[in-house]
């Protein structure tokens, strides 16, 4: 019972270091999203992805970027982190039934990220 | 621009009580969805409830239930029974119109709602 699964759960990075934060979900959900959650706030969308090869931006995109290569993966990458960026970050997956599906979203537990 | 609103940063109830978590939405959108997620100390977000804004019938999931009322636009989250497992923050979210089948949340900032036994 996996579901979404994020790695790393934390990470202290340095100013102008990049990493990568990986999501990785088995429930053959098409749709995958990146959310980051600062202190005492409601979650922003960073980006999200409709498919394999598919991404577009979010409320809150500056500073990262993402790929899907596979159905299953969407990694998320910080090139020149910034302390702006540290937050907790959240993977998320959800299907379609069809073009309006309202099925929830389900979220990874998350990655506590510092920026230092 | 789509925006929610929760007004109760914070809210103490007593075990086994009813309590109302807040909720306000703004959206231009005549097709859209309110969902309700559960945020424990351990930080996982736990979906709730769902309602659509053509549901008819405000949505009911156990002790949950959604009071939506479209005109005021409001979807409160009703919570009976209250048990000291429900102590966590609250966020009601918005989805707008659907993007190639692809849900694009907006938050709000949450309530933290504290069950005292």
């Known amino acids: 019972n996996a579901g979404v699964t994020q790695t790393p759960k934390f990470r202290i990075l340095k100013i102008g270091q990049s990493m990568t934060l990986q999501c990785a979900q088995d429930m053959n959900h098409n749709y995958m999203y990146w959310y980051r959650q600062d202190p005492g706030m409601g979650l922003k969308l960073i980006y999200y992805?409709?498919?394999?090869?598919?991404?577009d931006k979010g409320e809150v995109p500056n500073g990262y970027n993402v790929s899907r290569s596979t159905t299953e993966d969407f990694p998320l990458r910080l090139e020149l982190a910034a302390p702006s960026q540290t937050s907790v970050y959240f993977c998320?997956?959800?299907?379609?039934?069809?073009?309006?599906?309202?099925?929830?979203?389900?979220f990874g537990d998350g990655t506590r990220l510092s920026i230092l | 621009a789509q925006k929610i609103t929760q007004t109760q940063p914070g809210m103490f109830v007593q075990e086994k009580e009813a309590v109302t978590l807040d909720c306000t939405y703004d959206t231009s959108d005549q097709s859209y969805g309110l969902f309700w997620y559960k945020q424990p100390s351990s930080g996982e977000m736990i979906f709730l409830i769902y309602?659509?804004?053509?549901?008819?019938q405000n949505a009911t999931e156990g002790r949950y239930s959604l009071n939506f009322q479209k005109a005021r636009k409001s979807a409160n989250l009703v919570i009976s029974a209250s048990q000291l497992g429900d102590s966590a923050m609250y966020f009601c979210?918005?989805?707008?119109?659907?993007?190639?089948?692809?849900?694009?949340?907006?938050f709000g900032q949450g309530t933290r709602l504290t069950i005292n036994p």
């Open positions: 998320a997956s959800s299907y379609s039934l069809g073009a309006t599906s309202n099925q929830p979203q389900h």
């Open positions: 309602q659509g804004s053509y549901d008819e």
């Open positions: 979210a918005m989805r707008g119109p659907f993007i190639q089948g692809a849900q694009k949340l907006v």
């Open positions: 992805s409709v498919g394999a090869g598919i991404t």
